[in-house]
Structures are given as structure tokens and as C-alpha cells.
């Protein structure tokens, strides 16, 4: 081991303990500010009162149709998403197994339908 070396690698210790010493710092100042933030709110109470109002969706009568109303648009919407789920993950699932057939010929499936669903076998267990 050279002269040369053994600065470098003096100096190399020495910034690696600079490094430590400002990550430490920074860990004990974090502290210490969260400390007084503390010292500050002990004893004191905040009291925040939020309300929304949403007069304006139901109608003068009665508010009994709008739920069930709510709640068949997002049954629709929800099983409109998932035949465009299952059907792109089927356009998508013929051209994914054909590579990886390319990678693996002897690659057996998981037993999963095109659209990504469990094999009906399964569901009996």
C-alpha cells in the first residue's frame, strides 16, 4: 500500500463520517423540533367542525328514490368496466401466450380462462 492509497483512503473514512454525522444531525434536529412542537400544543384543544351541504341533490319531497337511483348507475357502470376488462385482457392473453410459447414451448397454463377468470374446475373445491 502506497502513500497515495492510504490518503485516499483516509479521506474516503473521513467524508463517510461526515456523512454519518449530517444524517444523525438531521435525525436529532427532527427531534428536537418535533419535541417543542409538542411542548407548544400540550394542553391546548382544536375543535374543527365540517359540514357539507348537499341540499341541492335530493328532491323537495322525499330523498328515498335518489339512493336506489345512485346505486343503479354504479351497478351499470360497474359491470360495463368489468366486460371491457374481461375483454381486453382476452385480446391481450392470445398474444401473451403466444410469447411466451416462443420462450418456453413446453409451458403449460395456468388453468385460467381467456378473460382471466378461474377455471370452472376450480370453483368446485
Known sequence: MGNGSI????????????????KASTVIAIAYFVHLTMIEWSG???????????KFLKPQESSYGLPWV????????????RKLRQSKTAQ?????VKL??????????????????????????
Request: glycine share 4%.
Open 7 to 22: 490518503k485516499v483512503y483516509l479521506i474516503t473514512k473521513v467524508f463517510d463520517l461526515l456523512g454519518l454525522i449530517v
Open 44 to 54: 391546548l384543544s382544536t375543535q374543527a367542525d365540517i359540514a357539507v351541504d348537499l
Open 70 to 81: 345512485v346505486s343503479f348507475i354504479s351497478i351499470c357502470w360497474a359491470l360495463v368496466e
Open 92 to 96: 391481450m392473453s392470445s398474444h401473451q
Open 100 to 125: 411466451e410459447k416462443k420462450i418456453d414451448p413446453h409451458r403449460q397454463s395456468s388453468g385460467l380462462t381467456q378473460a382471466g377468470n378461474t377455471h370452472p374446475e376450480d370453483k368446485k373445491l
